[in-house]
Nanobody, 121 residues
Framework: VQLQASGGGLVQPGGSLRLSCAVT????????MEWYRQVPGKQREYVGR???????FYAESVKGRFTISRHNAENTMSLQMSSLKPEDTAVYYC????????????????WGQGTQVTVSS
């Protein structure tokens, strides 16, 4: 199982950006999917989660501005970010609790590489 995050870039404060996370490989199943972000020199920060039943949970810092969705038929997840602030600048990572069918019936957390989001005028 591999994850690929995309969609990062430079956006002005107050603007919007949509990130995507694609899960590929020998997928035997996908349960929860999450977004994290990290600023250099700081710990990786939880952004939000979407369960296999499409229930969503968000960090207080992004609640009301960010929306997570998933597209099960395509094995993808999106992060719609609005009203962006300079403090949202970070490398954004996705991860998924998934089953690699080549490894049997075990679910593991898989991380994708990050995508840079810069909020600046």
């Amino acid at each position: 199982v591999q994850l690929q995050a995309s969609g990062g870039g430079l956006v002005q404060p107050g603007g919007s950006l949509r990130l995507s996370c694609a899960v590929t490989g020998s997928i035997g199943g996908i349960q929860d999917m999450e977004w994290y972000r990290q600023v250099p020199g700081k710990q990786r920060e939880y952004v939000g989660r979407i369960t296999e039943f499409a229930d969503t949970f968000y960090a207080e810092s992004v609640k009301g501005r960010f929306t997570i969705s998933r597209h099960n038929a395509e094995n993808t997840m999106s992060l719609q970010m609005s009203s962006l602030k300079p403090e949202d600048t970070a490398v954004y990572y996705c991860r998924s609790y998934a089953k690699d069918s080549s490894l049997g019936a075990i679910y593991l957390w898989y991380w994708g590489q990050g995508t840079q989001v810069t909020v600046s005028s």
